[in-house]
T-cell receptor, first 113, second 115 residues
């Protein structure tokens, strides 16, 4: 079974600073996809970034980037120049090719002004 | 930009009652999903649906749950006899195709409260 682990229940960062959220996963598959979703207080699920396992290059979306270490089964999210609007729950998710997504338990990010 | 919509945003019901949660997936999407998130916990997969039938379901999706695509736009989740532990946010998601890197787009969720 695929499991996703987020070892940091809570993180905080000073506005304009950089923060890294950790995620590890367990799988025997070689092809899969990884995602980070943001869940603000409204509880909507918003896609932040995705990574295809076959790509060595780390995905980047503006201030958001990932450090994907396939051998270590690690998929961390780096948020640069943190903004107050980044405060939310962040969920790491794993998806096999034809399957549903498996989510981690989430990390609550607080941004201090 | 097209988006997944869900109604109602909040549903309150009495234990034992039936509820139907509605979703309108993105119009050209073919694969549909329901997820559940109990307050303070992670998002859990319930069921996936393609070509008018369930393609996969989790152990949570027992006989009290059913899904349906009654017309060309709606995708519904029915809970026949609600229990207190069914209280949760229910998210609908859709994607154009499975496989590949197609992202599942989530709706805003329906908060179900069972009293």
């Amino acid at each position: 079974a695929q499991t996703v682990t987020q070892s940091q229940p809570e993180m905080s960062v000073q506005e304009a600073e950089t923060v890294t959220l950790s995620c590890t996963y367990d799988t025997s598959e070689s092809d899969y996809y990884l995602f980070w979703y943001k869940q603000p207080p409204s509880r909507q699920m918003i896609l932040v970034i995705r990574q295809e396992a076959y790509k060595q290059q780390n995905a980047t979306e503006n201030r958001f980037s990932v450090n994907f270490q396939k051998a270590a089964k690690s998929f961390s999210l780096k948020i640069s120049d943190s903004q107050l609007g980044d405060a939310a729950m962040y969920f790491c998710a794993y998806r096999r090719l034809d399957n549903d997504m498996r989510f981690g338990a989430g990390t609550r990010l607080t941004v201090k002004p | 930009e097209p988006e997944v919509t869900q109604t109602p945003s909040h549903q309150v019901t009495q234990m034992g009652q039936e509820v139907i949660l509605r979703c309108v997936p993105i119009s050209n999407h073919l694969y549909f999903y329901w997820y559940r998130q109990i307050l303070g916990q992670k998002v859990e997969f319930l069921v996936s649906f393609y070509n008018n039938e369930i393609s996969e379901k989790s152990e949570i999706f027992d006989d009290q749950f059913s899904v349906e695509r009654p017309d060309g736009s709606n995708f519904t989740l029915k809970i026949r006899s609600t229990k207190l532990e069914d209280s949760a946010m229910y998210f609908c998601a859709s994607t154009h195709k499975t496989g590949g890197s197609d992202t599942q787009y989530f709706g805003p969720g329906t908060r179900l409260t069972v009293l």
